[in-house]
């Protein structure tokens, strides 16, 4: 049963949570944060919100998760109102690259397509006399 609500807390949260970066956060350092992923563990004690950092330098994302650290507080307390929680999670914010090496992914995976097209391109040639 802990499952099914933590899976539903992680929804709303992230529901919350990007609404509130888009409306509610002003800090410089979090503009163009963008949740992709939350993680709510069994006991809804800690909550993991991952952030895209697909983009970004390494010193970008690191103010950014300093950035969101810092509103950290805030946001909890605004989750605890906005979603009636007696007691809201601790937020941990993480930079998520699943994105860039997902692109990563498909670039080499459309190399070797091609050296492979190249390949039976090749063998097909008849070899010359």
Do not use: C, W
């Not at 992923?37 to 103010?63: C, F, M, P, W």
């Not at 929680?85 to 459309?110: M, N």
């Amino acid at each position: 049963m802990s499952g099914h609500r933590a899976e539903r807390l992680s929804q709303l949260i992230l529901q919350e949570v990007s609404v509130m970066l888009d409306r509610e956060i002003h800090d410089p350092r979090v503009v163009g944060a963008r949740v992709l992923h939350v993680q709510v563990s069994g006991d809804l004690r800690v909550a993991k919100i991952y952030i895209n950092a697909t983009g970004y330098t390494k010193d970008e994302i690191a103010d950014m998760l300093d950035g969101l650290a810092h509103a950290s507080r805030y946001i909890r307390r605004q989750l605890a109102v906005g979603l009636d929680l007696r007691i809201a999670p601790e937020l941990r914010f993480f930079a998520d690259h699943s994105i860039a090496q997902g692109e990563h992914f498909l670039q080499v995976l459309d190399q070797v397509q091609a050296e492979n097209r190249a390949g039976e391109k090749n063998a097909r040639k008849p070899a010359p006399q």
